[in-house]
């Protein structure tokens, strides 16, 4: 998106953004919110702040002089974010714990996407060390495992011993663990999201669930520099529904986020498939083996109609 700003591909009339409250010298920061916010403020041709004392002071590329503002509105307004959190299904937290057990590698750079894999992937992860962040969107559960130590950025190649993302969403201690805190480095998207950003991390992970920056993190960490990353996609083996997630092939006119060459594991509860360096035949067993135990069968005779030969490991 920063990148339609800057190349006029979508000029901005108007940037209205919510920043903190300016320091001495006059300078305020765009709080947990830098992600297209700096691009779009540097190109409009007129920017409105909504100045707030609630909103966080934030490090890194998200300082912001107010004689760049136009208009200045003084407000009280609180972030939005999570005022009570919703409890994790089994589903969910076996999910996490797969991923944390067999995937996650301690000294790794991870990135997570929003929701509640994510979540419990983290919550999953109190014994690992020398873990760091690299990502879009920062969560609040990152929080709790630095301050085990869990989290402490020691082994990262990009600016290490820092916490590097483009915004922040979640809990009221979040936000306020966010306040005047060095150890987080806010920078716009379109460099967090930078394909040779992303590689240049050391044991880059990514793990996602939905759309949003994980077109970015799933095509640049297979090719990690160091040789080393991994990109997960996770998902329930089911819908709310009862629908299988597992499909022998997509419906008309669905949208295709990630393509199959860029698909290195997809963990369900009900196990984790290793795609890399597969056929289609041998792809379409790891990933019947973790549908739900009775949506395989179908899977199974409507792969044998789709390939004329059964989905088998060799």
Known sequence: MP???????????????????????????????VDTAKAALEMAKKVIALVSPKIPRTHGNSIVHQSHFDYIVE?????HGITSEQPLSQEEMKIGQLIAE???????????????IPDSTLISMKQHKDLGIHTEMLGHNVVDLIELGVVNNAKKTVMPGRVVTSFAFGTEKLYEYLHN?????????????????IRSNSRMTSINSGFGGQTDFVT??????????????????????????????LTTGAGVVTTRGHTRYVVTEQGIASLGGK???????????IAH???REQLEKASFERLKCMPSPD
Not at 4 to 25: G, T
Not at 190 to 195: E, S
Request: with cysteine.
């Open 293 to 295: 135990p009775d949506d």
């Open 220 to 249: 640049a960490t297979p090719t990690a520099y160091d040789g080393l990353g991994k990109s997960i996609m996770a998902l329930p083996s089911r819908t709310s529904r009862g629908r299988s997630r597992i499909t022998v092939a």
């Open 75 to 79: 407000s009280n307004h609180a972030l």
């Open 3 to 33: 990148t339609y700003f800057y190349d006029n591909s979508l000029p901005v009339d108007v940037a209205l953004v919510s920043v903190s409250s300016p320091d001495k010298h006059g300078f305020c920061t765009l709080g947990v919110n």
């Open 102 to 116: 067999n995937l996650v590698d301690n000294g790794a750079t991870l990135q997570l996407g929003i929701g509640a």
């Open 181 to 197: 805190n060095s150890m987080f480095h806010f920078d716009c998207c379109g460099w967090t999201n930078r394909a040779e950003v």
């Open 279 to 289: 056929n289609v035949r041998q792809r379409a067993y790891e990933l019947i083996k």
